[in-house]
């Protein structure tokens, strides 16, 4: 116990040194012998707190260990299958039939054989959540040329499965707007891509996406490095290559601050579900769980967090319908998992409102205002220094 708490504290002081060396050198401030000496030995302190953390985690969970080649990560076995997961992820992240389920549908959206594939977001929090809108996974793949991937993306677009079925697909252009697929280019690299998929998980019907960032070996200058969070993935990995490292000081900076930014202004925009969800992901990163723990009991009386559930799989009624018509041979069974998703999500959203009405009118409403509350008080437990305050 002594341990662990020592270890805590250790990786928030060490996240509060990071967000410091990440206002140092994202301001104008060029690197210099005292900034990459003190990223030096801040990575090193973070890989052996990293790893420490991975030690006590891991035996809580069955069927894992500690990666001892990759600090912070516990290695989860789900059948022939390997994930790495960070550490402070494994309480919330899924389990059994809903895993195995999830890393075949991962490997289904796959594009490179080259690639390493992750869930990503709010998939890898689905214990904790219960409801989600969709599913994400982000591909890392060699970056072979423009060519080459769109070769890729066309045959994945090209091959639907029972179970997996494409939709979409755009590409992003450096500034981030979206264009339509094409397999001409202005750039001989390869843009990074998104795939979207109907997708049947389990009882499940759902929208999963992929997002493909066409990366440079460990090139640490690769733009597309800057374009997801490492800590917010699990990468599905039968050897001992990963992507990426959790112990970058810069990047670990960056990630906090972009989540007590997002924490702000979803908040500002009334978006509850998503501020809670960034708040999650901030209590679990510093090691809070009590506060993790009065989040997740919130977020699961809040009517908002199983409606936007349901309205993500109403909006699918379009994707069904051209399945219908491009893949008849499919579509009965999407129909029918879909009007049951559906149904079972109007069900429990019905129970919250019974309970909460329980309560009096201002039930949800209370729900609401706890979250909020919460996560003020997490923002201000987060930023001990005025300079985070007002970032």
């Keep these: 116990m002594i341990r662990q708490l020592r270890l805590r504290e250790s990786v928030q002081q ?43 985690v891991a035996p809580r969970v069955s069927n894992a260990r500690a990666d001892e080649k990759h600090p912070g990560f516990i290695i989860l076995k789900s059948g022939r299958s390997r994930v790495r997961v960070p550490y402070h992820l494994a309480e919330d992240f899924p389990r059994g039939d809903r895993l195995r389920a999830l890393l075949a549908m991962a490997n289904g959206a796959k594009v490179s054989a080259q690639g390493v594939v992750c869930l990503s977001g709010s998939t890898a929090l689905w214990r904790a959540l219960r409801y989600v809108a969709d599913l994400d996974f982000c591909e890392y793949v060699p970056d072979k040329g423009h060519a080459s991937l769109w070769r890729d993306v066309r045959k994945k677009l090209a091959k639907p499965r029972e179970n997996l079925v494409p939709i979409d697909g755009k590409e992003y252009l450096e500034d981030g707007t979206p264009n339509e697929l094409s397999d001409q280019s202005e750039s001989a690299s390869p843009l990074r891509t998104k795939l979207a998929f109907l997708a049947s998980v389990l009882t499940d019907v759902v929208e999963a996406t992929n997002m493909i960032l066409p990366v440079r070996g460990t090139d640490p200058t690769d733009p597309m490095w800057q374009k997801s969070f490492v800590f917010q993935e699990a990468p599905i990995a039968s050897g001992s290559w990963i992507p990426r490292t959790l112990s970058e000081p810069v990047d670990l900076g960056g990630y906090v601050k972009w989540l007590r930014m997002e924490i702000r202004e979803r908040l500002k925009d009334q978006n509850i579900v998503k501020a809670a969800k960034r708040g999650l992901s901030l209590a679990r990163i510093f090691g809070l769980g009590k506060r993790g723990t009065r989040l997740t009991a919130l977020m699961r009386n809040c009517t908002d967090l199983v409606q936007n559930a349901l309205q993500a799989r109403r909006d699918l009624d379009s994707a069904i319908v051209r399945l219908e018509t491009e893949h008849p041979e499919l579509a009965e069974r999407f129909v029918s998992a879909q009007r049951a998703t559906v149904a079972r999500l109007q069900r429990a959203s019905d129970a919250r409102r019974r309970r909460l009405d329980k309560k009096g009118a201002q039930g949800d409403n209370s729900v609401v205002r706890e979250l909020e509350a919460e996560l003020n008080s997490l923002l201000d437990n987060t930023g001990d220094s005025q300079r985070q305050r007002q970032e």
């Design 14 to 56: 060490a996240i509060r040194a990071c967000i410091e060396l990440h206002n140092l050198t994202q301001e104008g401030r060029h690197w210099n012998e005292k900034t990459l000496s003190s990223e030096r030995v801040l990575a090193s302190h973070l890989t052996v707190v990293q790893m420490g953390m991975a030690e006590l």
